[in-house]
């Protein structure tokens, strides 16, 4: 096959990683997508690192072996905080994450240098998030929170209930009295409750939305390596580990379209 005519992979805990799948659809609609929902056994953020490295790893080799890839995005803020370099240098193809993109379009919206992150146990863990900021701008100052329902909130279609604010409320409230302008939703699952973040931040924070920025620099890579597909109307394909129903109606819904997704067990 052509080496433009191959798809963007990507992989994610579960249903999250279709918010960089809607940007990848603005932004770069001729191409061909293969989507792999690791449904079975999210979600990611309470499992160890080498635990979370392998199941990555596990997917990528799959969609290596079964699916044409050119350009492979980890859109899952934990695998990439755990083991992006892991994957870099185990494939030949480029991988992608969504964590470093996130932290300089941060740097770019702050006015006051003082950014809050978001993220699972795991991606706080890993301190990923203040790394890279830190590694950018030394004068920064970033206050981190785990946030381990929000996932359950999205996967179990519980977003616009009162709990989901009280939640959301009780998490968000430590980084606001921090005095934050700029909070990175360091979760892909995170965007698909923006107006419930949104409602607690008010008009104190920015909020950034990493999967934006990530197709941006799919889009840059792809076209650094000549191997952007200029046709219109790519095709997509979608993999879960799990039961597809529940994906497929919140991908539908999220992504404005039928989608339909096959299961594939390990």
Known sequence: MEERKK???LLDSGVGGLTLVRELNRLLPGENIVYFGDTARMPYGPK???EVRSYATEIIEFLASTQDIKLMIVACNTATAVGLSYYQARFSFPVLGV?????QAALDKSQ???IGVIGTEATIASKAYPNAILAMDKGAKVFDK???LFVLLVENQLI???EAYKIAQSYLEPLLQQGIDTLILGCTHYPLMEHVLAAVTGE???LVNSAQYTALAARKTLSEKGLLNAEKGGWQRFFVSGEPRNFEEIGGRLLGYDIKAYRVLF
């Open 7 to 9: 798809a963007i992979g």
């Open 48 to 50: 160890g690192p080498e």
């Open 99 to 103: 964590l470093e993109p996130g932290a």
């Open 112 to 114: 006051t240098r003082r």
């Open 146 to 148: 785990a946030c381990p």
């Open 160 to 162: 616009d209930t009162p």
């Open 204 to 206: 104190q924070a920015a």
